[in-house]
């Protein structure tokens, strides 16, 4: 079965660390692009980071970028976000998405459950 | 940044009404936009993709259509389970960007 699996998330104090991780099974990560998207409480979809699997190119959200870091091990066919410098605007629940594509992008096919994030002093 | 709106944001339906959902790009995506269901707690599913292809599985009520700036989602005879709240999303150019849904209730 095809599957992402988030963990890592819980609450931290504005200005700490998380590093949420995103395991996935049935599939070999490393083919496909793949995404974070978060989505605060009672909020929309907001899309924050991508790594793209031929070269490890990521993007990022203006919101996160220079805070936020996208990374994978394909060893452990997982995807991982590093989070710096946590606001409260951070909190959300945040997901991780297989792209239907290996490269460009063809809509997200396959999500997780989600981790939730909350920043609060 | 493209920005993404849709209308309505909240439609009341009954089951077996026909239901169409609009969602407008700020500039032009091309046919680069896939529609989205989620239910509440629970991770978006992807319906459609490049704006008109039927994600597998999907059941064959749900259709898509546009190009360029202005897009459809429609269900052609809505069902209990198609309750939920539904996302276009343009993938055209980074940054990726979400609709902010149209909510989808029982009359």
């Known amino acids: 079965e095809v599957q992402l699996v988030e963990s890592g998330g819980g609450l931290e104090q504005p200005g700490r660390s998380l590093r949420l991780s995103c395991a996935a099974s049935?599939?070999?990560?490393?083919?496909?692009?793949m995404h974070w998207v978060r989505q605060a409480p009672g909020m929309g979809l907001e899309w924050v980071s991508s790594i793209r699997w031929n070269n490890g190119a990521t993007v990022y959200a203006d919101s996160v970028k220079g805070r936020f870091t996208i990374s994978r091990d394909n060893a452990k066919n997982s995807l991982y976000l590093q989070m710096n410098s946590l606001r409260a605007e951070d909190t959300a629940l945040y997901y991780c998405?297989?792209?239907?594509?290996?490269?460009?992008?063809?809509?997200?096919?396959?999500w997780g459950q989600g981790t939730m994030v909350t920043v609060s002093s | 940044d493209i920005q993404m709106t849709q209308s309505p944001s909240t439609l009341s339906a009954s089951v077996g009404d026909r239901v169409t959902i609009t969602c407008r790009a700020s500039q032009s995506v091309s046919s680069w936009l896939a529609w989205y269901q989620q239910k509440p707690g629970k991770a978006p599913k992807l319906l459609i993709y490049k704006a008109s292809n039927l994600e597998s599985g999907v059941p064959s009520r749900f259709s898509g259509s546009g190009s360029g700036t202005e897009f459809t989602l429609t269900v052609s005879s809505l069902q209990p389970d198609d309750f939920a709240t539904y996302y276009c999303?343009?993938?055209?150019?980074?940054?990726?960007?979400f609709g902010p849904g149209t909510k989808v209730d029982i009359k």
């Open positions: 998405a297989k792209d239907k594509a290996g490269s460009g992008s063809s809509g997200f096919d396959i």
């Open positions: 049935g599939f070999t990560l490393n083919n496909y692009v």
């Open positions: 999303q343009q993938y055209n150019s980074y940054p990726f960007t």
